[in-house]
Nanobody, 122 residues
Framework: QVQLVESGGGLVQAGGSLRLSCTASGSIGRINPMAWYCQAPGKRRELVAQITTGGSTNYADSAKCRFTISRDYAKNTVTLQMDSLKPEDTAVYFC????????????????WGQGTQVTVSS
């Protein structure tokens, strides 16, 4: 069984920083892209940032120049460094991974973390 476990959310004042981490564990064969999504109350889940196996990154316009996604391939970990936070960044942040398990290496599977709350006060 594969799990994505997030950490690092919390309450911060506008202009502050938070660092989110997500570690994938279990019977993992190979992880393809990893990403962070966010979901604010009453809104749909949206992509914040993605990083591919090769290290290419993609950011939502709202995250560009403020957030940085990185990845530790050896530890199956993806990190989102969030700087210059704004109240509109308040949301639940979810880790996302597309990966192959050791039991079914020919099949791609999508996994989500349980989510971590980020609240930015004005």
């Amino acid at each position: 069984q594969v799990q994505l476990v997030e950490s690092g959310g919390g309450l911060v004042q506008a202009g502050g920083s938070l660092r989110l981490s997500c570690t994938a564990s279990g019977s993992i064969g190979r992880i393809n892209p990893m990403a962070w999504y966010c979901q604010a109350p009453g809104k749909r889940r949206e992509l914040v940032a993605q990083i591919t196996t090769g290290g290419s990154t993609n950011y939502a316009d709202s995250a560009k120049c403020r957030f940085t996604i990185s990845r530790d391939y050896a530890k199956n970990t993806v990190t989102l460094q969030m700087d210059s936070l704004k109240p509109e960044d308040t949301a639940v942040y979810f880790c996302h991974a597309i990966l192959r398990t050791m039991n079914f290496p020919s099949r791609l599977n999508v996994y989500w973390g349980q989510g971590t709350q980020v609240t930015v006060s004005s």
